[in-house]
T-cell receptor, first 114, second 113 residues
Framework: DGGITQSPKYLFRKEGQNVTLSCEQNLNHDAMYWYRQDPGQGLRLIYYSQIVNDFQKGDIAEGYSVSREKKESFPLTVTSAQKNPTAFYLC?????????????FGEGSRLTVL | AQSVTQPDIHITVSEGASLELRCNYSYGATPYLFWYVQSPGQGLQLLLKYFSGDTLVQGIKGFEAEFKRSQSSFNLRKPSVHWSDAAEYFCAVGATGRRALTFGSGTRLQVQP
């Protein structure tokens, strides 16, 4: 079945460590996105990529980095510079035909800093 | 800049009662509008979307939403709520193409037996 796979589902990190969250899609979508979700704040955009080898900062990019070397993959690294990284992270992709403009989401990764 | 406001943080309804979740948006052109639902610890599932045409759109699980341009609103409705509808609901706005969607802060729905 086509979809988006995020891993790991749960991740614990010590302060000062970088961690990388994986996001893979087999929907053949050009565009991919990372959102952060905190209670009561909805989803906030971290980074997005409209095409391979290109990506743009979202509203809260500080302390995060991404790469887009393959169409199927859009990993997110949470660096030690991110001051409050404990959150639920959602990866999404988007079809670009006129009638399929919705985002498709993965199941999320919950990061906890110890 | 585009934005979405969901005025109700938390709503409680009785099973079998009707439901309306409010969504107001700010957008410079004709918006593409979406409603998503999220169960705890899960990703988001699309309920319905509005691109153009008929302003009343039907979605999955018996939900519908009405686009009202004059009020900049896209409220979600269901005539009879089931206990399984308890979840968090997000309204989103965006353009066509590959740019990101902007989400509201969500409304948590609780269903009483």
């Amino acid at each position: 079945d086509g979809g988006i796979t995020q891993s790991p589902k749960y991740l614990f990190r010590k302060e000062g460590q970088n961690v990388t969250l994986s996001c893979e899609q087999n929907l053949n979508h050009d565009a991919m996105y990372w959102y952060r979700q905190d209670p009561g704040q909805g989803l906030r955009l971290i980074y997005y990529s409209q095409i391979v080898n290109d990506f743009q900062k979202g509203d809260i990019a500080e302390g995060y980095s991404v790469s887009r070397e393959k169409k199927e993959s859009f990993p997110l690294t949470v660096t030690s510079a991110q001051k409050n990284p404990t959150a639920f992270y959602l990866c999404a992709s988007r079809g670009t035909t006129r009638t399929s403009g919705e985002l498709f989401f993965g199941e999320g990764s919950r990061l906890t800093v110890l | 800049a585009q934005s979405v406001t969901q005025p109700d943080i938390h709503i409680t309804v009785s099973e079998g009662a009707s439901l309306e979740l409010r969504c107001n948006y700010s957008y410079g052109a004709t918006p593409y509008l979406f409603w998503y639902v999220q169960s705890p610890g899960q990703g988001l599932q699309l309920l319905l979307k509005y691109f153009s045409g008929d302003t009343l759109v039907q979605g999955i699980k018996g939900f519908e939403a009405e686009f009202k341009r004059s009020q900049s609103s896209f409220n979600l409705r269901k005539p009879s709520v089931h206990w399984s509808d308890a979840a968090e609901y997000f309204c989103a706005v965006g353009a066509t193409g590959r740019r990101a969607l902007t989400f509201g802060s969500g409304t948590r729905l609780q269903v009483q037996p």
